[in-house]
């Protein structure tokens, strides 16, 4: 849902722009970054998520490799700086 919100910004803040009333629900370039970030982190649980909700056949099978999968590689964290936290 987030992706394609992301592709249809424009139109989105075109109609959303030209009613007075919905004027300021026309996402902010703040938004947009926040939706992107967070496509980011989801994008890559998409395929998982289509892989194990697949009614035709038995799809228990695809968890220990979903799971040796997230917890080696999605879930570790990235090489770089740390994030400061402002008290």
Sequence with gaps: MVERLL???KAIAQVLGADKKSR?????WQDIDVLESI???????K???????????VSVSY???VI???NNS?????EGPAPRRSC
């Design 68 to 70: 040796h999968l997230l």
């Design 7 to 9: 592709e249809q910004e």
């Design 47 to 57: 395929e998982f998520t289509d892989a194990l909700s697949g009614e035709a056949y």
């Design 24 to 28: 300021h629900l026309v996402p902010t």
């Design 74 to 78: 999605l879930l570790q964290p990235e």
């Design 39 to 45: 496509n980011k982190a989801v994008s890559p649980l």
């Design 63 to 65: 968890l220990k490799p």
